[in-house]
């Protein structure tokens, strides 16, 4: 099995920066790929970012150029930069993990974190 477990978030003002990361713990040598997610209230699940083990990303549209996911092996976390947060951004990020690229980009993967909040206002 795997653990994941998010961190950084918080209450930032419009323009601002948050660093998000994501420890995982447990089976690990199965994973392969990693995402970031985020569901705001009301709204549907949403693909945030993607990275594999090789290093291959892609983001969504909306936050292409804003947000950058990196993966430090050695410690067994992927970060989530989001930089020039707008506050259509605000929900609650959750990363998740499997072996299938597929399972990550279809959010049917087995492993997933708690979620942190990320709250962008003035």
């Known amino acids: 099995q795997v653990q994941l477990v998010e961190s950084g978030g918080g209450l930032v003002q419009p323009g601002g920066s948050l660093r998000l990361s994501c420890a995982a713990s447990?089976?690990?040598?199965?994973?392969?790929?990693m995402g970031w997610y985020r569901q705001a209230p009301g709204k549907q699940r949403e693909l945030v970012a993607v990275?594999?083990?090789?290093?291959?990303?892609n983001y969504a549209d909306s936050v292409k150029g804003r947000f950058t996911i990196s993966r430090d092996n050695a410690k067994n976390t992927v970060y989530l930069q989001m930089n020039s947060l707008k506050p259509e951004d605000t929900a609650v990020y959750y990363c998740?993990?499997?072996?299938?690229?597929?399972?990550?980009?279809?959010?049917?993967?087995?492993?997933w974190g708690q979620g942190t909040q990320v709250t962008v206002s003035s």
């Open positions: 998740n993990a499997d072996s299938l690229v597929s399972a990550v980009v279809a959010g049917t993967s087995d492993y």
């Open positions: 447990g089976s690990i040598f199965s994973i392969n790929v």
């Open positions: 990275i594999t083990s090789g290093g291959s990303t």
